[in-house]
């Protein structure tokens, strides 16, 4: 064991699983639970001499004159090059493919398996060495660390996949070759953290509490680099598992390395009188120690985390277990350890990419600061939103074409649009652009199942970097839906609303949408308005009755009471006004239908002795009917009556009968209240139980007539005939509901 500690070093290194560095960037991006305060997010700009740097070169190793990079060719082969601080030159190295870690100017590469190459990168240096692990020790033998001009190997020992671990380096010339271990049971090695003098080296054994078992127990080592002492039981700590893809770190007041305990990545720091246990959750399952600074741990997972998202570099307090972590780095994919104990880390903040030091600054927290920029657009702006800023959904099949340009393309960018009035919103992911940066989409003017209700809406993308360069962007804007009314829509989307009430007295609401499914009439979605509609004995849809567009219903309870309900626009309705008493002496109320021609719903109901009554529509809230006016008598004769607007071409609205025999009845409305002569429009219309007037239910600009009973549901699509009205459609309505419901409105 080396002597205690007498100078503080302001980083720690580590050698993790970016100690072998190949090629590949991988790109990261911030978990959202730990995000970091503005003030504490240190990035600094670029220094002046600021150098390019390949985008895709990874960071190997820094000394005090250069640092060497990996990279892959346009024929994917590795390229290592040497980096001068002090002119920016660079000098390709053609020893090796795989680079190493030796936090020194000496550059340590080696083929991926026996052979190991060693080269003094600095000024006038011509010193080099190369070993053959399989000749120096034997087959098997593998590099596990590398401190300085310094080896470290495992060797096998024989048969039962026993190692020792051995020290390899150049005394006058000469190899020289030092057994750093001393139990014959050992299993593995890996050095995790050095500096110049001191490494920390983790190791599993074999032991045998008995003659017929065995386990594995595991442990962590701090040694001299220079020592010659062989790493024993007295010198070592017990600690939980660790792979080869745990990491460490070393400075004068703590020692870090990771550990697996039951399934959990954990960052173990140790000092005086500190010892910190950080659990990882499953995203960070990967993450490395990068280092320590001053009382601050840097880590993070370089590539992509085990969810697949994109991880910062983080840092977080040793010495306050409560404190949140915050991002260093927006991304980072390798780390590199320097001789004074600064880390050299390619990775991005929101304005730059490319390769950062990292010290401490004057407050002990870490900074990073920009050593060579890649000249990649980290940034992601959009530049060219094009959408509309009126749309009219009127026509059937009616689609809103959107489209935003990107900086650049490779984005994620999502979608969300609101409607203003209700909070009800689409979201969707873009589709990646084919050949440019233009993400678009085409609306069909549907929203949470329905048909779009009108009014204003906001629309707002937030496109984030898939490479996790740069920050987040977003832009927003706002467009108008329109329609026109339909009397019988509730929701404010210019599709017909159909009002059913069960026995138990519950009333619902089917919307349906208002273009065909080939030759059949489909419905969006069923909502649920209320309880207690029992107390009423006749609900009738009236049209826009109190000056608002949404359509409104009256309902008459058994003391003869009428009772309008204002719908809001939104599927709902306003608390109910009383409109009148003495309705009890009508058999049948319809509604809904413009009679005299003043552009108001007008209201039609019949007494006992078959007198026709019109209540002219007034447009108020409180007083939505004038006085009744006698249209005339014999009306008797008919089971039901609907109002259901102008269907045979004239401009004002008309009514059909149907008398006990089944019969059905056209009167045409001739604008002041009253009816030309009734034409005889067909038979067979007593095997339904109710006739509604649903408004516009195809979106043609005539009124529809849907049907309902035990035989089925139906809608009867209005042709502008006199003499042929109705073209009858299928419709999935109600289907099997035939007896379900006892008032259609």
Excluded: C
């Amino acid at each position: 064991m080396v002597s205690p500690r007498t100078a503080r070093r302001s980083l720690g290194a580590s050698v993790a699983t970016v100690l072998a560095v190949t090629v590949g960037v991988g790109v990261l991006a911030s978990p959202g639970a730990v995000a970091a305060p503005a003030a504490l997010i240190r990035a600094t700009g670029a220094t002046t001499g600021e150098a390019n740097l390949p985008l895709g070169a990874e960071i190997v190793s820094t000394g005090d004159t250069g640092y060497l990079t990996s990279r892959m060719d346009g024929s994917g082969n590795t390229v290592l090059e040497w980096h001068k601080y002090a002119d920016g030159s660079v000098l390709p190295i053609s020893t090796g493919t795989v680079g190493h870690d030796s936090a020194s100017d000496i550059v340590v590469t080696s083929d991926g398996g026996s052979m190991v190459f060693l080269r003094d990168m600095k000024e006038g240096a011509t010193w080099s060495a190369s070993y053959d692990l399989a000749s120096e020790f034997q087959p098997g033998a593998k590099l596990v660390g590398v401190v300085g001009d310094n080896v470290f190997v495992k060797v096998p020992t024989g048969s039962g996949g026993y190692h020792e671990l051995w020290q390899l380096a150049q005394v006058d010339g000469v190899a020289k070759k030092t057994k750093r271990s001393s139990n014959s049971y050992s299993m593995d090695f890996k050095v995790v953290a050095s500096t110049s003098d001191v490494l920390i080296v983790l190791s599993s054994n074999r032991v045998f509490p008995s003659s017929t078992t065995f386990r594995t127990e595991y442990w962590q080592t701090r040694t001299g680099v220079n020592s010659d002492a062989v790493i024993d039981s007295g010198s070592r700590q017990n600690i939980a598992p660790w792979t080869q893809a745990s990491t460490g770190a070393y400075s004068a007041d703590y020692e870090a390395w990771v550990e697996y305990r039951a399934g959990v990545t954990e960052l173990v720091v140790d000092g005086t009188h500190v010892h910190q246990r950080f659990a990882m959750d499953s995203s960070l399952s990967g993450a490395v120690i990068a280092g320590v600074t001053r009382d601050t741990l840097l880590y993070g997972v370089p590539g992509k985390a085990a969810d697949g998202t994109l991880s910062p570099l983080y840092a977080r307090s040793i010495t306050d277990s409560t404190a949140t972590p915050y991002k260093l780095l927006e991304h980072f994919s390798s780390v590199a350890h320097a001789p004074d104990g600064g880390l050299l880390v390619r990775g991005a903040t929101a304005d730059n990419d490319g390769l950062f030091r990292i010290g401490e600054g004057n407050d002990g927290l870490p900074s990073a600061t920009l050593v060579a920029d890649t000249g990649r657009i980290t940034a992601v702006k959009v530049t060219e939103p094009r959408v509309p800023t009126t749309v009219s959904l009127e026509k059937p099949g009616t689609t809103v074409p959107m489209e935003w340009t990107l900086s650049r393309a490779n984005a994620a960018v999502d979608l969300t649009l609101t409607h203003t009035a209700t909070g009800r919103k689409l979201t969707k992911r873009l589709p990646q652009p084919v050949s440019d940066s233009r993400f678009a989409f085409v609306w069909d003017g549907v929203l949470e199942g329905i048909s779009a209700p009108n009014g204003a809406y906001t629309w707002q993308i937030t496109a984030t970097p898939n490479d996790g360069v740069g920050g987040t962007a977003t832009a927003q804007g706002t467009f108008q839906v329109s329609r026109q009314a339909n009397p019988h829509d509730f929701s404010d989307n210019g599709s017909t609303d159909v009002l059913a009430r069960d026995a138990s007295g519950v009333l619902w609401r089917d919307d349906l949408f208002d273009w065909l499914s080939g030759s059949r009439v489909t419905t969006a979605k069923r909502t649920r308005v209320g309880t207690g509609w029992q107390v009423y004995n006749q609900i009738e849809t009236a049209g826009n009755l109190a000056g608002t567009s949404p359509g409104d219903l009256v309902a008459r309870d058994a003391s003869g009471a009428l009772w309008m309900y204002q719908g809001r626009g939104d599927g709902t309705f306003t608390t109910r006004v009383k409109v009148g008493t003495g309705w009890q002496i009508y058999k049948q109320i319809t509604g809904g239908s413009d009679l005299t021609g003043d552009g108001r719903p007008d209201l039609l109901a019949t007494d006992a002795s078959g007198v026709l009554w019109l209540y002219k529509g007034t447009g108020s809230s409180s007083a939505p009917f004038a006085t009744r006016v006698r249209v005339g008598g014999g009306w008797q004769i008919y089971n039901q009556i609907t109002a259901v607007g102008n269907i045979a071409g004239t401009t004002a609205g008309d009514l059909v009968a149907r008398d006990a025999s089944g019969v059905l009845w056209m009167y045409q409305g001739n604008g002041t209240g009253k009816f030309t002569a009734r034409v005889r429009i067909g038979s067979g219309w007593n095997a339904f139980s109710h006739l509604v007037g649903a408004g516009d239910v195809t979106a043609d600009g005539r009124p529809d007539l849907i049907t309902y009973g035990p035989n089925g549901t139906y809608v009867y699509r209005s042709t502008g005939s006199t003499t042929a009205p109705f073209n009858r459609l299928t419709t999935n309505l109600y289907a099997g509901e035939g007896t379900k419901f006892n008032n259609i409105a």
